[in-house]
């Protein structure tokens, strides 16, 4: 596979990789290995950063476009993404909102679907 698709698979920034990964092709094993035993390159990568957008997301507990929305389009340390915590920004503090009110409808959701399909399963009866 390529590069870009392994870096996202192991949730790394592709430019902040060794040269050697960027240049070359990754395997499905390789890329398993690189998973169960993770060189230093990788662990230190996973701890420090920089991260991608999605990790970074995560970590603040946001979505891709809640960091766009509130400035952010570029990778970020761990250090940076602690620095924004304690920080609490505004925007930062309303997007977190935002994203609690999307889990709880999709939890909604699912749970009206799961309903309607025991509904149907019970009418089959």
Not at 97 to 114: I, N, P, S, T, Y
């Amino acid at each position: 596979m390529k590069p870009a698709t392994a870096a996202k698979k192991l949730g790394v920034y592709l430019q902040a990789t060794p040269a050697e990964f960027q240049e070359g092709v990754v395997s499905r094993a390789e890329l398993d290995a690189l998973q169960t035993d993770p060189p230093e390159w990788l662990r230190e990568l996973r701890r420090d950063g920089p991260h991608p957008r999605p990790v970074v997301a995560a970590r603040l507990g946001v979505s891709i476009a809640g960091l766009a929305r509130g400035g952010i389009t570029e990778p970020l340390t761990t250090e940076q993404i602690e620095a924004l915590r304690q920080e609490r920004p505004e925007w930062l503090e309303k997007e977190r909102a935002v994203q609690a009110e999307v889990r709880k409808e999709a939890a909604r959701v699912k749970k009206l679907h799961a309903e309607r399909a025991e509904r149907a399963r019970e009418s089959r009866d």
